[in-house]
């Protein structure tokens, strides 16, 4: 089946810096991507669908300074969180989407200290 | 807009016993309904989904659920469990568009406890 990778599986940053995450489609072009995140215990939560070559589309109540999304090819999606703060500490999933199918990665943690 | 309930945060549940987990929707168009399931510091792996067609959808793992479109249901049910299927559960649904589906929202959240 399709595979969606995300790297790193896990990143601890310190307070101010920016992180990048990486949503990859190994073998598939994605014509959708979603990014979602996921506190403990709790269900995920859509933060933002991004297309290639397009501007993200956010979420209400998400920043889209502090989260950026780059869709810069059709197997390619980047989060970046910028200035990280110990709030935005979470698992961060990307999906890809083809048609009526959607993959999942296996998520990234990250850990704001 | 789309939303989904899922009425039990906890379920406990011993071994070989039969198991349900409900799930309602709302949504103002036809939909993709979905179960997703998680095991700790995991990702998502799908369960089963319905699309259209049969509303009795069988999945992975020995699951099934059923689409009740005049109670906006689709509740997903086991037979009989086994330790390994203690996890959190999810329901999902998205908007039917024409050649693909919007956005997906999941609903809170199920956690299964199998008891020995």
């Known amino acids: 089946g399709a595979v969606v990778s995300q790297h790193p599986s896990r990143v601890i940053c310190k307070s101010g810096t920016s992180v990048k995450i990486e949503c990859r489609s190994l073998?598939?072009?994605?014509?959708?991507m979603f990014w979602y995140r996921q506190f403990p215990k709790q269900s995920l939560m859509l933060m933002a669908t991004?297309?290639?070559?397009?501007?993200?589309?956010?979420e209400q109540g998400v920043e889209k300074d502090k989260f950026l999304i780059n869709h810069a090819s059709l197997t390619l999606s980047t989060l970046t969180v910028t200035s990280a703060h110990p709030e935005d500490s979470s698992f961060y999933i990307c999906?890809?989407?083809?048609?009526?199918?959607?993959?999942f990665g296996p998520g990234t943690r990250l850990t704001v200290t | 807009a789309q939303s989904v309930t899922q009425l039990d945060s906890q379920v406990p549940v011993f071994e070989e016993a039969p198991v349900e987990l409900r799930c309602n929707y709302s949504?103002?168009?036809?939909?993709?309904l979905f179960w997703y399931v998680q095991y700790p510091n995991q990702g998502l792996q799908l369960l089963l989904k319905?699309?259209?067609?049969?509303?009795l959808v069988k999945g992975i793992n020995g699951f099934e659920a059923e689409f009740n479109k005049s109670q906006t249901s689709f509740h997903l049910r086991k037979p009989s469990v086994h330790i390994s299927d203690t996890a959190e559960y999810f329901c999902?649904?998205?908007?039917?568009?024409?050649?693909?589906?919007?956005?997906?929202?999941f609903g809170p959240g199920t956690s299964l406890s199998v008891i020995p």
């Open positions: 949504s103002s168009v036809s939909v993709y």
């Open positions: 073998d598939f072009q994605a014509t959708t």
């Open positions: 319905y699309l259209s067609g049969s509303t």
């Open positions: 991004s297309n290639e070559g397009s501007k993200a589309t956010y």
């Open positions: 999902a649904v998205s908007d039917l568009m024409k050649t693909s589906y919007d956005k997906v929202i």
């Open positions: 999906s890809a989407t083809q048609g009526y199918e959607q993959y």
